[in-house]
C-alpha cells in the first residue's frame, strides 16, 4: 500500500550520511529529523537561525521559543547554537549543508522544481527555497505523487512558478523512490504492496522502469 507522510520520511532518513549537515524544508521534510538511524550524528540546520535540531517535542513538553521555518516547535540537541538569518543563509550559500530535503508542489524529468507559488493564490514570498536549491549539490523531494484531483505532480516539464531549474537529485513520494538521471525518472524503489503499473500510469514525466524493481524497506 502506499506510504503515509511518516513513511516517506522515514524513506528519506536512510539517504542521510553521518556527520552531514542537513537543511528540512516545511512540511514532510521536517518530520526526517525524528527518524535518524541509531548511532548516526546528523546536524539539522533551520534557515530561521537553528542548527542542531532534534526530533519534534512530546505533547506537553513544547517551548513555544523554540520553532523552526515553519513556526513548529522543535527540540535541539546538546550543543545546538542558535544566531541571525544573515549567518544562517551564510551557511546555505557557502555550500556548508550536504543535503536539503524540500516539499513540491511539482518536480520535472529535468529536475526542476516547483514548492513556492500557485497563480491567483496569496503567498507570504518564497522565502529561503531559492537559495536551497540554488547553493545545495544533493536536494531530495518529499511529496505526493499526485494532487487532490489525481493530476500528476511528477512532470516532464512543471507548470508552476519555477523555483530553481535542474537541481533536484531525488524524489520520494507515497508510491517510489525516483532518481533523476539525464533528463528522466527512473525508479529505483516502490513502496510496499504498489504495483509498478500504478507507479506508471501517475506519472507524467518521462520514467525509466529497470525490469526488477525491488521494494522500500521501511
Known sequence: MALDKI???????????????????????????????????????????????????????????????????????????????????????????QLTVLGAMEVSQNGDIANWKIPGKMVKGMGGA??????????????????KTGDSKILSACTLPLTGVACVKKVVTELAVLEIINGAFHLIERAPGVEVDEIIAKTAGKLIVPELVPEMQI
Do not use: C
Not at 518530520?31 to 546528523?42: I, T
Not at 546536524?43 to 523554540?66: C, H, I, R, T
Not at 522543535?74 to 549567518?87: L, Y
Open 130 to 147: 531559492m537559495d536551497l536549491v540554488a547553493s545545495a549539490e544533493n536536494i531530495i523531494v518529499a511529496m505526493m505523487h499526485s494532487n
Open 7 to 97: 513513511g516517506i520520511a522515514k524513506r528519506i532518513a536512510q539517504e542521510l550520511k553521518d556527520g552531514w549537515y542537513v537543511n528540512l524544508g516545511i512540511g514532510i521534510p521536517t518530520l526526517v529529523a525524528n527518524y535518524v538511524p541509531e548511532g548516526m550524528n546528523v546536524e539539522f540546520q533551520s534557515e530561521n537561525g537553528v542548527l542542531g535540531m532534534g526530533p519534534f517535542p512530546f505533547e506537553g513538553e513544547e517551548d513555544a521559543d523554540l520553532i523552526n521555518a515553519g513556526k513548529q516547535t522543535i527540540t535541539v540537541n546538546p550543543g545546538a547554537a542558535f544566531f541571525d538569518s544573515a549567518t544562517s543563509f551564510a551557511m546555505i550559500r557557502g555550500q556548508h549543508v
